[in-house]
């Protein structure tokens, strides 16, 4: 099991200044509008998980179509933009220029001290324990560029490649020094076998085709390299009790998979699984944001009244420390190993 963090605790008005979010919603809804204008290029897609074509309604939100897979419970959106369609949206998203230009500055010591320094140093530890001794590490999606940073000062790797295709954070990432490659990872070129580990946060369920990245994934890692992903997970306390109204539910996530999903999608493209985990810190705190807002009521559920609304200030940590030991929150860690 990887070693968490000690007394690492973390709200989301430090990640997510509740100032700063109203202009991040406006200019999230422009993207989505210019999104939407794209609907009728839509196409069906089955289970990113497993193949099945059995699915069933589970969500509808921004007009997008949330299905669950009757195999393996992972929720996605079909129909849902193809490639060309999703690029253009990331690479003219106002969103993404706002993160980059003021949500992101204004949040980052904090992000740095509490998530990526963590992060990075769970990182190196994952490699060590499983005989990755240093060498290059590719980053998909390397966003405002502090992991790379904090992985450069570890030291513990002899170069960190910076795949990033959205332009404004490329070059923020180019600013702070980093090897930077710009452009979606299906479309990097590298030989093949010459890196060592390949990580990707919050980036998978944003993939049309999140198999055809790991196979592309597969090929430039070299033997018995690893792959180390997070990811949303449908199977998570705030997503699993919110479904539509979570806050990690968006039109940019395609895919919700869940701990036995994600590990199942890796084994079929060829790596091993190793570890899964869910170290997250924020389910409990999202979960009670949603209540005190009026958009939940937990009128019928006295334990959950209880916990994150009575005696919240006595039970609130102790119960989202629950959640991630027993593997239910909502954000998923995954390991795995070309083989």
Known sequence: MIKQPENVQLSEEEIRPKALMVEQQRRFANDIARLLKSKASFVDVPCPACGSDRSAPAWVKYEMQYRGCLECQTIYISPRPPPPVLDDYYRHSEN??????????????????????????????????HGVAGGTLLEIGAGFGTFGEEVKRLGYFGRFIAVEPTPHLAATCRSRGLDVLESPIEHVSLPEGTVDVIASFEVVEHLFSPNEILHKARRILRPGGLMIVSVPSSGGFDVMLLKEKSSSVDVEHLNYFNNASLARLFESCGFSTLEVLTPGKLDAELVRSKVLSGEVSLTNNAFLQTVLIDRWAELGDSFQEFLAKHQLSSHLWLVAQKG
């Open 96 to 129: 993404y220029a706002y993160w980059n230009d003021v949500i992101f500055p204004a949040s980052e010591s904090v992000r740095r001290e509490k998530l990526f320094k963590p992060r990075a140093e769970r990182v190196v530890e994952i490699c060590r324990r």
